[in-house]
């Protein structure tokens, strides 16, 4: 079994963390001269570890080990959220360094060998999950022409030229290469921790759908229109929440959550009574046959409220990704080494949160682990995990990796 080495292990990510360091966290978001600066050092550390390192036209840092194969890909991504952790997404990145060096260092690993990657932009500043998209080939070039970057507006080309990386090639997946893709990251939630449970086997990543639902009534003075004659688009929103919250609690599964984290109300005025409301709905569930109950009951809810008034009622979908299933092969070489490594302490479960696997899923076998996340905390700079649980982590992860290598 190749051995991790954890004080090298937390050594490297505590100086990753001093890229773009904000607090206790990291801020360090995709082509930001943080994130830049981070991509030379992961070439360097990876080149260190006996891989051929190098950043692709896209951004992604690539470490290829010496011959043909058959290999897995390991790896995450190493840019942040604004004002984010040390850990979302550069643990991945670091554990698939250390496995490299690791494997490199045990005689009975021999021929044996894993492909690092860190993706760029996994947090979506110009699109989602450009860097893993990319090497999928799921990713086109008049999509890069289009990307601007959603604060700023400058052109996803722009950030490519300035990066040095204007006309460098784009890294991509040769499938015959790889026996599938293992990817490692915080749980980013607390079902672990409230669980006490010290590694996830993440059974499937959730899909997510957006719902927009528009209120149109009459707006008016809130002092001389009587409640009688109003159409009040206010009311009519907030009667739908509570209709909302209370169908879905009944047709949910384990592991549905449902969030109305938009409202607007137009004007948005004490003594007017609003013309127009929006909401948005989103709902995320491991589960295709789930998410189309779920959002057959919003669409059924939002018709009905319309055909009852006084108030329109108009519901789109905004947006979707559809639920992506891990590979029950490596699903099971990751349970496998839990189990040796924690006792009973592992369990399996969804990933609520979307991650670079799921892209890398629609191209070969792919599997991802979890470690506690201390409170649940992420995209916050006071994210955490105990280092006892980042190395026992990294244990379990080179472990799969091998029985999966072997396999
Ligand atoms: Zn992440």
Same mark, same amino acid.
């Given at each position: ?72 890909? /390991? @790896? ?37 060998? #894993? &492909? /690092?990657?860190?993706?760029? &932009? ?28 959603? &604060? ?49 086997? /993440?059974?499937?990543? /959730? ?5 927009? #639902? ?29 209709? #909302? ?11 549905? #959550? ?16 609003? @013309? ?111 280092? &006892? ?19």
């Amino acid at each position: 079994m190749p051995a991790i080495d954890g004080s090298r292990l937390i050594g490297d990510l505590r100086e990753l963390a001093g890229f773009g360091r904000y607090r206790t966290g990291v801020h360090r978001p995709a082509f930001s001269d943080a994130d830049l600066a981070a991509r030379r050092w992961l070439v360097q550390r990876m080149a260190d570890a006996g891989l051929d390192a190098a950043v692709d036209g896209i951004g992604n840092v690539i470490g290829r080990a010496a011959g043909d194969g058959p290999r897995l890909l /390991v @790896g995450s991504h190493s840019d942040t959220q604004p004002h984010g952790g040390w850990l979302d997404g550069a643990m991945g990145v670091v554990y698939g360094i250390e496995l490299a060096r690791a494997m490199r260092d045990d005689p009975a690993c021999r021929g044996l060998g #894993v &492909d /690092v990657a860190s993706w760029q &932009d996994e947090e979506g500043h110009y699109t989602s999950f450009l860097g893993s998209r990319s090497f999928a080939g799921l990713l086109a070039e008049d999509e890069i022409d289009r990307a601007r970057h959603r &604060d700023d507006g400058v052109p996803l080309r722009e950030a490519i030229a300035r990066a040095g990386l204007a006309g460098v090639p784009r890294a991509r997946l040769d499938a015959a290469r790889y026996r599938g893709y293992l990817e490692a990251h915080i749980e980013q939630g607390a079902v672990l921790e409230s669980g006490r449970r010290r590694i996830g086997v /993440v059974t499937a990543i /959730v899909g997510i759908v957006v719902y927009r #639902v528009t209120f149109a009534g009459d707006q008016n003075h809130a002092g001389t229109t009587p409640m009688r004659l109003r159409r009040d688009a206010g009311v009519a929103l907030t009667a739908f929440c509570n209709e #909302v919250h209370r169908e879905l609690a009944e047709l949910a599964g384990p592991a549905t #959550v449902w969030t109305i984290g938009r409202i607007v109300l137009t004007p948005n005025a004490p003594s007017v009574v609003p @013309g127009r409301a929006e909401l948005l709905l989103q709902i995320r569930d491991p589960s295709l046959a789930i998410m189309e109950t779920l959002g057959a009951a919003a669409i059924r809810l939002a018709e009905a409220a319309d055909r009852a008034g006084p108030c329109r009622v108009a519901i789109e979908r905004a947006s979707y990704t559809e639920p992506v299933a891990m590979d029950e092969p490596i699903a099971a070489a990751i349970e496998g080494a839990a189990a040796r490594r924690a006792g009973r302490g592992w369990m399996r479960m969804p990933s609520g949160a979307g991650h670079d696997a799921q892209i890398l899923a629609r191209r070969m076998p792919a599997g991802m682990l979890f470690v506690p996340s201390i409170g649940g905390v992420s995209h916050h700079y006071t994210e955490d995990t105990a280092e &006892d649980d980042i190395v026992l982590g990294c244990q379990v992860f080179a472990d799969a990796a091998e029985a999966i290598l072997r396999s």
